[in-house]
């Protein structure tokens, strides 16, 4: 059964006072209790939650100021750490810079004292070549002068014998003397 179903039925048994019956007593007894509580209420627990709500808004205006403060340090301390940032990415840059350019100097330095070292390497051999050469040269000579003597005392024989020291030193002048003109 439904609630108006229920309320009809009561009503048509005649118990007396439905739910929505009035009955003067019950009202003047409910008006006094709800006042006696609303003045009991009102004088002992109204000031202690108002004492309570007040000491809430209170807390929560300093967690609210206290947050602001720190929401303001964040936000210094983010700047700051950006500054930083920028700070450090731009000494890591200019660090790069100088490294390179260090390892750019070096690399030349390198470069050139290899260089040098190279055409010293070049300036000595040149000099040994032609140190060679002048030996070689030297020893031809003597070694055509050799033959020469070696030849000519076969064709001359005992004039040779005689005065060896002496036809060696013309026929020395005569090949030095041929050397300068070629």
């Known amino acids: 059964m439904t609630l108006p179903m229920l309320v009809l039925a009561a009503a048509e048994d005649g118990a007396g006072g439905g739910p929505f019956s009035l ?18 209420l009102k004088r002992f627990a109204w000031p202690a939650i108002l004492r309570a709500t007040e000491e809430r808004e209170r807390t929560i205006a300093r967690q609210l100021d206290e947050a602001e403060r720190l929401n303001g340090e964040a936000k210094a301390a983010l700047e700051e750490h950006k500054r930083l940032l920028a700070n450090a990415r731009h000494d890591a840059h200019a660090l790069l810079q100088e490294a390179k350019a260090a390892a750019d100097k070096e690399r030349e330095m390198l470069l050139q004292r290899a260089r040098e070292e190279h055409d010293q390497v070049l300036e000595r051999t040149r000099k040994e070549i032609g140190a060679e050469r002048e030996r070689a040269i030297a020893e031809l000579r003597r070694e055509a002068v050799d033959v020469s003597l070696a030849a000519a005392a076969k064709l001359i024989g005992e004039r040779l014998d005689a005065d060896a020291d002496a036809d060696r030193k013309l026929v020395e002048r005569y090949l030095a003397a041929m050397g300068d003109r070629h």
């Open 23 to 40: 009955e003067p007593g019950l009202i003047i007894w409910t008006w006094i209790v709800f006042i006696a509580l609303f003045l009991l």
